[in-house]
């Protein structure tokens, strides 16, 4: 990935989590993006953007449809994504540290 995309991957990265991981460990620039470089591999990670709030159900359906659940982690100072989780039927199921751990099943239903 060239340098540009990294630096806006990191933007994006302190954008969306910069004040849960403040709220939690402290804002240090330096280690945020010595830990960016070190977890966020583009082998690994997707970025996926969409016009519009219809992508978390098709990632529901596609999970579904593949008969797999669809899992993820929250950081529990960040209420409002968990919330938001929760009622799209994700159900918690553990903690890992400061992570909420949230599952949706293939055969739950909404």
């Known amino acids: 990935m060239t340098g540009r995309g990294q630096r806006f991957l990191f ?3 302190q954008a969306a ?32 953007t969409v016009d519009g709030a219809g992508l978390l159900r098709w990632l529901i359906d596609v999970a579904a449809e593949r008969k797999q659940p669809l ?3 929250v950081l529990e100072v960040n209420p409002r994504a968990h919330a938001f989780y929760l009622r799209h039927g994700f159900r918690e199921t553990g ?3 400061r992570k ?3 599952a949706r099943h293939p055969d739950q239903e909404d």
């Open 95 to 97: 903690r890992r540290g």
């Open 71 to 73: 899992v993820l982690e």
């Open 100 to 102: 909420i751990l949230l």
């Open 17 to 48: 989590l910069g004040e849960h991981v403040a709220a939690i460990w402290g804002w240090d620039d330096e280690n945020q993006r010595r830990y960016h470089d070190r977890a966020f591999s583009p082998r690994m990670w997707q970025m996926i």
């Open 11 to 13: 933007r994006v990265h």
